[in-house]
């Protein structure tokens, strides 16, 4: 959110400035033995953190968003992603134009796959113990992205150099290093940051009116299918934003939706101001992890957090008994 | 209808209703894997009907057998549903094949070693996440995902526990006088066949013997109704933990046998995400909560995948079979293969009841 209020590079470096300053007077620097980057490389991970977080605060907003009202576990909302990665791909390599332009299509497209797979696949065993509508969700998930896979091949992809938000290779946080991206460049995480949260927090607002409703008129099939529109939707804009910021494959999905689960679980089942609560944290871990720790470890850090939220608070860092 | 085939439906649903029904195809089947390996080369006018399925492929069939069995014990017979069998199989496979290449210890040792690390780690994740019993199916898929996750980037990131790269096979003169059973090694297939054959039929023999046993009806009843079996005195949580740890124990022989089988092991092909859906799809496809399912499950779905892997170049191809074939058999199906005789059986007679009808 930091991100959002600082308007130029000037004042991003002065908060940069201002929070290593804090670091070294808690001696948390020595302490830990770290070597500090300069402020401005500082204040970059401080935004791209803020940036991921948003991102796992959508996509952790989905997954509890249609479980709260639908009682669905889907497996298939990273799958769902990688479509909408791939989907804003081809639509600004057809077009060249920028890719934020690809967002809308992805987002529409996203919402005809969430009415298909809800009506061949949910829909009829709505009523069928919930370990089914998991498996179900399983196999769209296979499907969705071996079909990916034999469309585009597995290796990393990333968007043409013809559309300028990414013309400088960001990060590639899959293999923990951070590169140096230009100001430019940053401007333009800045902006995916925004929208990304502007739109989450539009969307958030929908459901909850909704879901209020059915709990007093009762769940019916209509309203059901609205919500996976909706949480399709939700993944779709969270895939159709992370090809702005890095490069990606189809493997790519499961990794955004294990972490995910995990920040249902941490922010609390059902909380939405959780959900982003969650992502924030996973995405301050990971950010900060992959430039410190080195290698994959900062997701053992992660999944570390997770096990002490068991532990301490199960039901989740804002969630309450429902 | 013909009188034979109405005669044979009913002698068969009379057979479904003794006692020593399951133990007798199940020990049918046994015996029918124990023939496999001959009947592949069995030539009918000189075409071998089997002969598409080669030894490695049955192998690697009833790895797969195996850890669904395994699966089946905590997930089918209590329904608490896990998603994080790899962590169990993945620690057989790494405590076997660290102590036998690092310590020279006989992998014997190792497996049982991996077998106990693995029900530690399960009662560990049961502590967890059965306590609070929040929002049950959630809460455990996201835990015992998040646990078998955890363990894949450990071992990728310590370089002591092989890192990416995982470890090499070591070779049978290293630790032993040779390949042979003491080695866990063979220089043929087929002896790693009736090697895996005898896991097989160990678990199958535990399953059985759990889903005969009071303690079989304590974990259907807590599959049924938790509350109810809580308040008629069955102590759930226990059981439960219980359900988690033999079914722990076992994954990880599979686990063992495939680190001594394969030349090598990496995070990626025993902790990944697929191995997940390895162990628990054949119990799913065969029928979740039945002895016979995982075995029968396995033999649908492993050879059509490796098929089709084999045959056809494209990537990811396999993995859309399994999709199709999961999605089929839980919206048209959901009870699994094995349940498809009774309903056959059920069929034919509501239809010789029909006719007998019209005839009066």
């Given at each position: 959110m930091l991100s959002s209020f600082l308007p130029d590079a000037c004042c991003r470096e002065a908060a940069g400035v201002a929070f290593v300053g804090a670091f070294d007077a808690l001696g948390i620097q020595t302490a830990l033995g770290l070597s500090l980057p300069s402020p401005t490389i500082f204040a970059q991970y401080f935004v791209f953190a803020v940036l991921l977080g948003g991102i796992y605060g959508l996509i952790a907003l989905g997954l509890t968003m249609i479980f709260g009202v639908m009682d669905v576990i889907n497996f298939a909302h990273g799958a769902l992603m990688v479509v909408a990665m791939?989907?804003?791909?081809?639509?600004?390599?057809?077009?060249?134009?920028?890719?934020?332009?690809?967002?809308?299509?992805?987002?529409?497209?996203?919402?005809?796959?969430?009415?298909?797979?809800?009506?061949?696949?949910?829909?009829?065993?709505?009523?069928?113990?919930?370990?089914?509508?998991l498996i179900v969700t399983f196999g769209v998930l296979l499907i969705l992205i071996s079909g990916v896979e034999i469309a585009f091949g597995s290796d990393p992809r990333q968007l043409g150099s013809t559309s300028a938000p990414s013309k400088s290779?960001?990060?590639?946080?899959?293999?923990?290093?951070?590169?140096?991206?230009?100001?430019?460049?940053?401007?333009?995480?800045?902006?995916?940051?925004?929208?990304?949260?502007?739109?989450?927090?539009?969307?958030?607002?929908?459901?909850?009116?909704?879901?209020?409703?059915?709990?007093?008129?009762?769940?019916?099939?209509?309203?059901?299918?609205?919500?996976?529109?909706?949480?399709?939707?939700a993944?779709?804009?969270?895939?159709?934003?992370?090809?702005l910021f890095q490069s990606f494959t189809p493997a790519l999905g499961d990794q955004y939706l294990i972490n995910a689960f995990v920040v249902v679980v941490l922010g609390g089942l059902g909380s939405f101001p959780g959900a982003f609560v969650g992502g924030l944290i996973i995405g301050f871990i990971q950010v900060f992890g992959s430039a410190y720790l080195g290698g994959s470890t900062y997701q053992i850090v992660i999944f570390m957090a997770f096990i002490l939220v068991l532990l301490v608070k199960p039901e989740g860092l804002l969630g309450g008994r429902r | 209808m013909s009188n034979a085939l109405s005669r044979a439906v009913e002698r068969y649903g009379a057979f479904r209703d003794e006692?020593?029904?399951?133990?007798a195809l199940v020990a049918a089947s046994l015996i029918l894997l124990a023939a496999m390996p001959f009947l592949r080369q069995l030539a009918l006018f000189g075409y071998a009907p089997l002969g598409w399925l080669s030894l490695n492929m049955l192998i690697?069939?009833?790895?797969?057998?195996?850890?669904?069995?395994?699966?089946?014990?905590?997930?089918?017979?209590?329904?608490?549903?896990?998603?994080?069998?790899?962590?169990?199989?993945?620690?057989?496979?790494?405590?076997?094949?660290?102590?036998?290449?690092?310590?020279?210890?006989?992998?014997?040792?190792?497996?049982?070693?991996?077998?106990v690390l693995a029900g530690i780690y399960g009662l560990l994740i049961g502590a967890l996440t059965f306590r609070y019993d929040l929002e049950g199916h959630y809460f455990a898929l996201a835990a015992t995902l998040a646990f078998a996750e955890l363990l894949r980037y450990v071992f990728t990131n310590v370089p002591q526990l092989g890192g990416a790269s995982g470890f090499f096979r070591p070779l049978a003169r290293e630790y032993a006088d040779g390949p042979g059973l003491a080695a866990f090694q063979f220089t043929g297939d087929l002896p790693y066949y009736y090697l895996i054959l005898g896991f097989l039929?160990?678990?199958?023999?535990?399953?059985?013997?759990?889903?005969?046993?009071?303690?079989?009806?304590?974990?259907?009843?807590?599959?049924?109704?938790?509350?109810?079996?809580?308040?008629?005195?069955?102590?759930?949580?226990?059981?439960?933990?219980?359900?988690?740890?033999?079914?722990?124990?076992?994954?990880?022989?599979?686990?063992?046998?495939?680190?001594?089988?394969?030349?090598?092991?990496?995070?990626?092909?025993?902790?990944?995400?697929?191995?997940?859906?390895?162990?628990?799809?054949?119990?799913?496809?065969?029928?979740?909560?039945?002895?016979?399912?995982?075995?029968?499950?396995?033999?649908?779905?492993?050879?059509v995948s490796e098929f089709v892997r084999q045959s056809f170049s494209v990537p990811g191809l396999n993995n859309a079979v399994y999709g199709v074939i999961l999605i089929a058999i839980v919206l048209y199906s959901p009870k699994g293969v094995v349940s498809w005789p009774s309903r056959f059986v059920e069929l034919?007679?509501?239809?010789?009841?029909?006719?007998?009808?019209?005839?009066?």
């Open positions: 791939y989907a804003v791909l081809v639509f600004s390599d057809a077009t060249g134009l920028s890719p934020f332009f690809a967002i809308p299509f992805a987002v529409l497209l996203l919402f005809v796959f969430g009415v298909v797979i809800y009506r061949s696949t949910i829909a009829p065993i709505i009523d069928a113990p919930q370990e089914n509508q290779p960001a990060c590639s946080f899959r293999r923990g290093s951070c590169t140096r991206s230009s100001s430019r460049s940053s401007r333009c995480l800045e902006r995916g940051c925004s929208s990304s949260e502007q739109c989450s927090v539009a969307r958030s607002a929908g459901p909850r009116t909704t879901a209020t409703a059915r709990s007093t008129s009762g769940s019916t099939s209509p309203d059901r299918r609205a919500h996976l529109r909706d949480r399709c939707r993944g779709g804009l969270a895939g159709a934003v992370i090809p | 006692w020593y029904a399951l133990p690697i069939t009833l790895i797969w057998a195996t850890t669904a069995q395994a699966w089946n014990i905590m997930s089918g017979y209590t329904g608490q549903f896990s998603f994080g069998h790899a962590a169990f199989f993945g620690l057989g496979a790494y405590a076997t094949i660290i102590l036998t290449g690092t310590f020279g210890i006989s992998p014997w040792i190792g497996m049982l070693l991996g077998s039929t160990v678990v199958t023999v535990v399953s059985l013997a759990i889903n005969r046993s009071q303690l079989g009806y304590y974990l259907f009843a807590i599959r049924e109704r938790e509350q109810a079996a809580a308040a008629i005195g069955v102590p759930t949580y226990r059981y439960k933990l219980l359900a988690v740890a033999v079914s722990a124990f076992f994954t990880a022989w599979p686990g063992a046998f495939w680190a001594m089988y394969f030349n090598t092991i990496r995070p990626t092909t025993v902790f990944d995400l697929l191995v997940n859906i390895e162990i628990l799809l054949p119990a799913i496809v065969g029928g979740i909560g039945t002895v016979l399912g995982p075995i029968v499950g396995s033999f649908i779905v492993i050879p034919l007679r509501a239809r010789t009841d029909l006719l007998d009808d019209d005839a009066a």
